[in-house]
């Protein structure tokens, strides 16, 4: 049987699967992983966040405040992964092909984004939303979404010095039918084909992270309805599920290629 990797493993395969050709723009490396896990699974709960910094993650006493009424939980993790995160990372090929099965696991994926430039970043399958409670920035508001919409969030990292970046994180609900509509990107506006887009700006927090960091970002507490919970939890055949989203910083290079501004990672 397979050898069971380590986190460190795990994050260094997909490193490598990292092949960029030289230019002259400079680019900076996340590493996004998704992981799903049964509620309540012992690994999500004390054993991860006992490891896990929540107070320097967020120095915004209120907005660390905010996102944990609201059902999200925020903390980074330094290059010593948490030894809850190197099992849930360290499975073998064998065991994870036997746990997507039960849609239990996870997804990783590579990206490269120009500082300042932004990615797409889903949260939940497309559904129907009903009832999540939006905390807008003049009062809460209980909203409901037809069928194919989506929790996202949209990151935008940008280089602050050398191995560090400063990432700005902004859930998101995409909904509606698709169309042209006219988009803000780092040189002006442009038309890009998408469904309508609801900012959740009071949500919108920051977080610093260095070469080797990375931010986990899920859902906290029962509300159901709760943005947490619309995010972070889905209901499946095997019961309620819950995901944590892993954004990692890779690396920061000085010579890698021009990419578009935007990109979807799902």
């Given at each position: ?135 807008m920035l003049d009062g809460d508001e209980i909203s409901d979404f037809p069928e194919n919409s989506y929790c996202k969030l949209r990151i935008t990292p940008r280089r602050i010095q050398d191995g560090w970046i400063k990432m700005e994180i902004l859930p998101e609900i995409h909904h509606g039918e698709k169309a042209f509509r006219p988009t803000g990107n780092l040189t002006g506006w442009d ?76």
């Amino acid at each position: 049987m397979e050898k069971s990797k380590t986190a460190a493993d795990f994050f260094k395969s997909a490193e490598n699967d990292l092949d960029i050709p030289e230019t002259n723009v400079s680019t900076i490396d996340l590493e996004v992983v998704t992981l799903h896990r049964p509620v309540g699974d012992p690994l999500l709960g004390d054993q991860l966040w006992n490891e896990v910094d929540e107070m320097s993650a967020l120095i915004d006493v209120e907005m660390r405040k905010s996102l944990g009424k609201n059902g999200i939980r925020v903390g980074v993790v330094g290059s010593s992964y948490p030894t809850a995160l190197e099992e849930l990372l360290g499975m073998t090929t064998d065991e994870q092909s036997l746990l997507e099965e039960n849609e239990v696991g996870f997804v990783k994926l590579p990206l490269t984004i120009r500082s300042g430039g932004e990615a797409e970043i889903d949260c939940s399958l497309a559904k129907s939303i009903q009832g999540i409670r939006i905390p807008m920035l003049d009062g809460d508001e209980i909203s409901d979404f037809p069928e194919n919409s989506y929790c996202k969030l949209r990151i935008t990292p940008r280089r602050i010095q050398d191995g560090w970046i400063k990432m700005e994180i902004l859930p998101e609900i995409h909904h509606g039918e698709k169309a042209f509509r006219p988009t803000g990107n780092l040189t002006g506006w442009d038309q890009k084909y998408s469904q309508r887009i609801l900012p959740i700006f009071s949500q919108r927090f920051e977080v610093e992270l260095n070469v080797g960091e990375m931010v986990i970002i899920t859902s906290e507490g029962d509300n159901p309805h709760s943005m947490g919970h619309h995010f972070f939890r889905s209901h499946q055949e095997a019961g309620d599920m819950q995901r944590l989203t892993l954004i990692r910083l890779a690396q920061m290079n000085k010579s890698t290629p021009v990419i578009k501004s935007t990109r979807v990672v799902r």
